[in-house]
């Protein structure tokens, strides 16, 4: 990993050094997974869920994109994922506050946005 990225990821509130120690110090590693980030399909899954108001599949997304980022280390988007998994844990659509959904939701959307853009411009 170049001083770049490890700069970009670490202003965006990635702790490099513990999530390295996550991948036994081994930094090629680390990179083969975040690279494979981008194809991680949890996001879009959330996102068309919610808009279909399928708050259980949505769940299922958003608690995968929250382990997924936590292994990666990328703790703004987990965090926000985080957020939704709480809110949708067990509730049937009735009880579901929309207004904080579309909230944590736009949260998340800026998050995702934000490390796509600084993965994708680092891909070796």
């Known amino acids: 990993m170049d001083e770049k990225f490890r700069k970009q990821l ?3 509130g990635t702790d490099v050094d513990t999530v390295l120690k996550r991948f036994l110090g081994n930094e090629a590693m680390y990179m083969k997974f975040i690279m494979k980030f981008l194809d ?5 899954g959330l996102i068309e869920n919610i808009g279909k108001r399928d708050y259980e599949e949505a769940f299922k997304s958003a608690h995968t994109l929250k382990g997924v980022t936590a292994n990666l280390g990328i703790e703004p988007v987990c965090a926000a994922a985080t957020l939704i998994t709480d809110l949708l844990r067990n509730k049937q659509p009735e009880e579901v506050d929309a207004a904080l959904l579309d909230q944590y939701g736009k949260q998340l959307t ?4 934000r490390f796509r853009e600084i993965i994708e411009e680092n891909r070796p």
């Not at 991680?40 to 879009?44: A, E, M, R, T």
């Open 40 to 44: 991680d399909k949890s996001y879009q």
């Open 110 to 113: 800026e998050a995702y946005d």
């Open 10 to 12: 670490e202003e965006n």
